[in-house]
């Protein structure tokens, strides 16, 4: 069965430094202020929505046709919980993205997607509604007008479970906090049946940080990526917290550490693990179109989940070379996902 919840304004308390707001086309952000609410929010769980397949549980009674499987080489593997970073681009860019977006989630086998750029909610929904077995959740503040960029997650639910009052859109909603983070970041928290037949369970979240290359945009970056690692190592430190947990997203930036600030700076740390840095050692790139090629979508977990991970390494799939896929920039995105198994089913 197919589900879509919503985060309806989830506000955690003041200790994180964390805010939202909104992306225009092609990086274009309004930031001139945060927009006008409350000072002080209560954490709220997700409002469910109507559900995508209310007739029953059949996988495959989505009212859509089937997903195709084979449109690009598979990447995941039914040994692994395959975890991707996949900015969408205003999603959706064309009339047809949506139902190749489902292809291509379906064809690489991907079990969790984090997701940028979400600019229709509707078309969120249909493709939820096209992936058999999968659910879905994505974060809005009040108003929900659907004109401002939002982050969310497709995930398997015959491989996950979402824990149940996890999910946080993490905002404090003072100038501070939004200058940081035009987007607001989400967590939440997913459990597993590993290959013991014993329960884990990781916690995810998923950032979009401020895009472009001036001074100003560096140093927001940096005060993003300063307030998201100090949020996992307090999580770390906490003993009633979960320590095992993944950051990732589009966090428009290199790993070159050619820029001052270093937004990366934080978690160039024996506490965290950068999935992403061996592919930009070989010069893979996760932004596709020319003259910027860049790798700028990154995955990065704590320690604590070094077994779980193993020597699985990160993995950017060429689908923009397909030949079945006519103009994938054009039609789909201008992004590629990155893909990190965890070894562990």
């Known amino acids: 069965m197919s589900s879509v919840r919503t985060v309806c304004a989830a506000w955690v308390a003041a200790a994180l ?10 990086g274009a952000d309004p930031v001139d202020a945060p927009p006008a609410r409350p000072d002080a929010r209560v954490p709220t769980d997700a409002e469910p929505r109507a559900d995508a397949n209310p007739d029953g549980p059949d996988a495959g009674d989505t009212g859509y046709p089937p997903p195709r499987t084979d449109l690009v080489d598979r990447v995941g593997s039914d040994r692994s919980i395959d975890i991707a970073t996949w900015n969408l681009l205003t999603f959706p860019v064309d009339s047809g993205s949506v139902a190749l977006a489902a292809d291509i989630i379906s064809s690489l086998d991907l079990d969790l997607v984090a997701v940028e750029e979400i600019s229709d909610v509707a078309a969120f929904d249909e493709l939820v509604a096209r992936l ?36 946080d859109l993490l905002d404090t909603g003072d100038f501070d906090s939004f200058y940081a983070f035009p987007r607001p970041p989400m967590q939440a928290r997913f459990s597993y049946i590993d290959r013991n037949g014993q329960l884990g ?20 970056r940096a005060a993003a990526m300063a307030v ?16 095992e947990i993944i ?25 965290y693990r950068i999935h992403t840095a061996a592919l930009h050692a070989q010069g893979a790139f996760s932004y596709v179109l020319p003259p910027f090629l860049s790798l700028i979508d990154h995955v990065i977990s704590t ?26 920039a054009a039609l789909m995105s201008d992004h590629l996902p990155v893909i990190v198994p965890m070894p562990v089913l």
């Open 17 to 26: 430094l964390l805010a939202g707001g909104c992306r225009q086309p092609h």
């Open 132 to 167: 058999p077995n999968h659910a879905g959740f994505y974060a809005f503040r009040p108003p929900a007008d659907g004109f401002y960029q939002k982050v969310g997650f497709l995930y398997r639910e015959d491989v996950l479970t979402l824990v149940p009052g996890s999910i």
């Open 201 to 220: 369970d990781f916690t995810v979240i998923v950032a979009h940080l401020k895009a472009k290359g001036s001074q100003d945009d560096i140093e927001r």
């Open 228 to 243: 998201l690692a100090q949020h996992m190592r307090d999580m770390v430190d906490n003993p009633d917290e979960d320590d």
């Open 247 to 271: 950051l990732l997203g589009d966090l428009n930036q290199s790993l070159a550490g050619d820029t001052t600030p270093d937004p990366f700076e934080p978690v160039r740390d024996p506490l």
């Open 303 to 328: 320690s604590a989940l070094d077994d779980e991970f193993g020597a699985a390494e990160a993995v950017i799939p060429r689908i923009d070379l397909d030949p079945d896929i006519a103009d994938y």
